[in-house]
């Protein structure tokens, strides 16, 4: 009996192993950029961009024992609202890392954009195909400093306070393409730049699916 | 069907009969690949030397080299740009060529069609390496100011491949010929998806068998007639 639940035992950790798969990077290098992913629209959830000639990335977690969870990280949108009749604000934030070994310099990048209050989930759906000029949307930073404390994998929406207070600067953004789910779910692609003061940030590129629980508005 | 198959059946025993020869062929023509490639139509031309080195009949090895030259495949594209100095989005004209390079070997057998012509059907099949080489261009892009959304990208891909081939010589030695080429058996497994996929060229070509050991086959015949002759020689004692 004993060697029986041995192999059982056995049977289930050799199942469970042979079902670890690392969910996939989908960073395809930009043969024009290097260190940028291409342009895509297949809800790849990366986003790339130079930071002053420096190509960064959203970071990648790697998933826990069994394959369970992993992957890109994701970005968090949700809406900053408004004292009395100012507008809200909608922010779309995903951590950033070096694309390669070296140390960071920022941990956030930031984009936000002013909104009517009552701004729903399907306005943002419909501003597919609409490019922003810079006077429109603010970009931020958020020096990796500033929350070197925090676990912001534990606390994703953390980034929104931080948009706040973080230096910004005028920002372009083109939202090439946006499509809803009938469940919430949002995929979007688009591509995005901004100066603060001497900081250019260039040739940004995002491909992201943020499933309704990630959408916090 | 039965019938064809019939006289199919009597034309292959009946070739065993007629005269073999090595020899080299070098054809050329169009093809076209059939593997449903839903974005793009590939042409190539192909030119195919095939080299079939035994004269005997219980040898049907032969050998095959065929490189297709590809007409260039048309697809569209859509870039866009942060520029506001600039249309947000443009069409952009993608071009995808397709380089095949096979080598196989594999076995030909013949029938002979018109014996007074010399006229012969062949049929080989052959199993080979293939090298598919897409190269992808877009034309008039400003890579400075735009981006490609899901851009297409080159790719060398390489595996095997079954060939069926029916050719036809008339005519002193011409050649006309039909040729199949399955598509990769170890196909694209990349997780970026592309637009297009492996070709399966389906070619029409002509060309020239150029037979180079007819003086090894008179030795033989003659070797066979003095045989024969010796034979009637012994019927009359």
């Known amino acids: 009996m004993t060697d029986i639940k041995l192999y059982l035992i056995a049977g289930v950790f050799i199942f469970c192993l042979m ?37 960064y990335i959203n970071p990648y977690n790697d998933p826990s024992y069994f394959g369970l969870g992993g992957g890109n990280v994701i970005p968090t949108l949700s809406k900053i609202l408004g004292r009395g009749t100012t507008d809200d604000t909608l922010a779309l934030s995903w951590p950033v890392e070096v694309n390669s070994n070296v140390q960071s310099n920022y941990r956030y990048i930031s984009i936000l954009m002013p909104v009517p209050k009552g701004f729903a989930e399907n306005e943002f759906a419909a501003l597919s195909g609409e490019r922003f000029d810079s006077n429109t949307n603010i970009i931020a930073l958020t020096p990796y400093l500033a929350d070197s404390y925090y676990n912001y994998y534990n606390y994703p929406t953390y980034s929104d306070s931080l948009a706040y207070t973080s230096p910004r600067g005028p920002s372009n953004i083109y939202f090439v393409n946006i499509s809803m789910s009938p469940s919430g779910d949002l995929a979007m692609a688009g591509l995005f730049n901004g100066n603060i003061g001497d900081t250019a940030i260039t040739n940004g590129r995002f491909d992201f699916y943020l499933s309704s629980s990630y959408i916090h508005f | 069907m039965i019938k064809s198959l019939t006289i199919l059946s009597c034309c292959i ?100 069609i018109d014996k007074e012509r010399n006229n012969i059907l062949y049929f080989n099949v052959m199993a080979g390496v293939c090298n598919q080489y897409f190269r992808v261009n877009y034309k008039h892009y400003d890579e400075t100011n735009y981006e490609i959304l899901d851009p297409d990208v080159n790719s060398d891909l390489t595996s095997l491949v079954l060939i069926g081939e029916m050719a036809y010589k008339f005519h002193n030695n011409m050649i006309i010929m039909l040729r199949a080429q399955t598509p990769l058996i170890d196909q694209y497994n990349g997780s970026y998806p592309l637009s297009y ?7 029409l070509s002509f060309g020239y068998n150029f037979y180079y050991n007819k003086g090894h086959n008179d030795i033989r015949r003659k070797h066979i007639d003095t045989r024969r002759k010796r034979r009637i020689r012994y019927d009359r004692y």
């Open chain 2, 197 to 203: 996929k492996d070709v399966a060229p389906f070619q």
């Open chain 1, 19 to 55: 079902g670890c798969k690392k969910p996939p990077r989908n960073y395809y290098s930009d043969q024009d950029d290097p260190g940028l992913s291409r342009l895509t629209s297949y809800g790849y959830n990366i986003a790339t961009n130079y930071i002053n000639g420096v190509a």
């Open chain 2, 13 to 112: 025993l009946l070739s065993l009969s007629i005269r073999a020869q090595s020899y080299l062929g070098l054809s050329t023509g169009i093809a076209k690949d059939v593997n449903d490639n839903h974005n793009e139509t590939f042409y190539q031309i192909p030119v195919t030397l095939q080299w079939k080195p035994f004269w005997s009949h219980y040898n049907p090895f032969m050998m095959e080299l065929n490189y297709d030259i590809p007409f260039t495949g048309s697809n569209t594209a859509t870039a866009y740009t942060l520029n506001p100095s600039l249309p947000a989005s443009v069409q952009l004209q993608e071009q995808v060529r397709p380089y095949v390079f096979t080598a196989s070997i594999g076995m030909g057998w013949r029938t002979i």
